[in-house]
């Protein structure tokens, strides 16, 4: 499948993105030898945007990926793909962005990352790794002086454009107010089983792009569930388009003008699911996928603390950005 089979979005930025990315984490993170074949298979059966983070540990594999990819001429030129990397929380100061940015782009033997995300609106200690850490690590995050490091970023030409990710209306208003750069990409949790109206009508009106993680709410992690694979409303469209659920969910997303990070090493489910853009949802399926039940998966408990750090309960994390 060729890159031009995968429509793309204009980014408020100017640059162009493909509408469904591979996300490049696991439960359990395969090693390198596994990762790397695993990405070139990606890239041979259409895939050109990759979805990685900080807190992945798959830069460096797909870099390699990356580089063998163009060795071996299957994609002409570091040009033909779109590479998205986030920013973790103990970076998330004004003072750290720009070394995190470029310790990211050692990484993954690049120039410059397509797309920068703030990975979450939460700040740790500096010395934190990973998840490893206690309410202790907490720390207000500085939004307006680490987006002026963001946009420094974009400036310096290391990302060509800059975004945030688990960020509600609220937050985005927060950084607007002094922003010179509006975030291009928002990228949040969702599915049929947790929808985000209010959210995707709120970055529509700022311009702002919706993509989604958890796109079939993460059942093989252990705070995903079923609510999407086994949805019986879901599974009803599905039998009767002849498609699978997973490829119903995915189309569903795309149809609410979002793109879809998805997330599968397997070579036979990385093709359906690029195989979501040559058939319709009628009005009659869209209005049936209204009624499943919402519920947010992930729930950010570990973010939140009534002593330490920004926010002292779920809600002041995600501003009660209900349904």
């Excluded at 985000?196 to 705070?223: M, R, Y």
């Excluded at 519920?295 to 809600?315: I, M, P, Q, T």
Aim: aromatic share 8%; with cysteine.
């Amino acid at each position: 499948m060729e890159r031009k089979q995968i429509p793309e979005v204009l980014l408020s930025s100017g640059h162009k993105m493909p509408l469904i990315g591979m996300g490049t984490t696991a439960t359990t993170l395969p090693p390198s030898e596994i990762l790397i074949p695993t990405f070139i298979n990606a890239i041979e059966v259409g895939y050109r945007h990759f979805d990685t983070a900080a807190l992945y540990g798959s830069e460096e594999s797909l870099g390699q990926a990356v580089a063998e990819a163009l060795e071996r001429g299957l994609i002409n030129s570091r040009q033909d793909l779109f590479i998205t990397s986030k920013l973790w929380c103990s970076d998330s100061h004004p003072d750290l962005v720009l070394p995190a940015l470029k310790k990211s782009l050692q990484r993954l033997g690049l120039d410059y990352v397509d797309l920068y995300l703030i990975h979450l609106p939460v700040r740790l200690k500096q010395e934190v790794e990973g998840h490893n850490f206690t309410e202790e690590d907490l720390l207000p995050l500085d939004i307006k002086g680490t987006w002026e490091a963001m946009e420094e970023c974009s400036r310096l030409g290391l990302c060509m454009s800059i975004g945030v990710s688990n960020f509600s209306p609220k937050k985005i208003s927060q950084l607007l107010e002094h922003a010179t750069i509006s975030p291009a990409v928002n990228q949040v949790e969702m599915n049929a089983a947790w929808q985000q109206k209010k959210l995707l009508q709120f970055c529509k009106d700022k311009g702002i792009h919706v993509s989604a993680w958890s796109p079939l709410a993460a059942n093989g992690a252990a705070w995903g569930s079923l609510a999407v694979m086994e949805s019986p409303i879901l599974k009803e469209i599905a039998v009767a388009k002849g498609k699978s659920v997973a490829q119903v969910a995915l189309r569903w997303i795309h149809k609410q003008g979002a793109s879809v990070i998805v997330k599968s090493f397997s070579q036979e489910r990385m093709k359906l699911n690029l195989q979501i853009f040559d058939w319709e949802l009628s009005k009659e399926d869209i209005e049936k996928i209204k009624h499943i039940p919402q519920r947010r998966g992930f729930s950010g408990e570990k973010f939140v603390s009534k002593y330490y750090g920004a926010y002292k309960s779920l809600k002041e994390l995600w501003d009660d950005d209900d349904q």
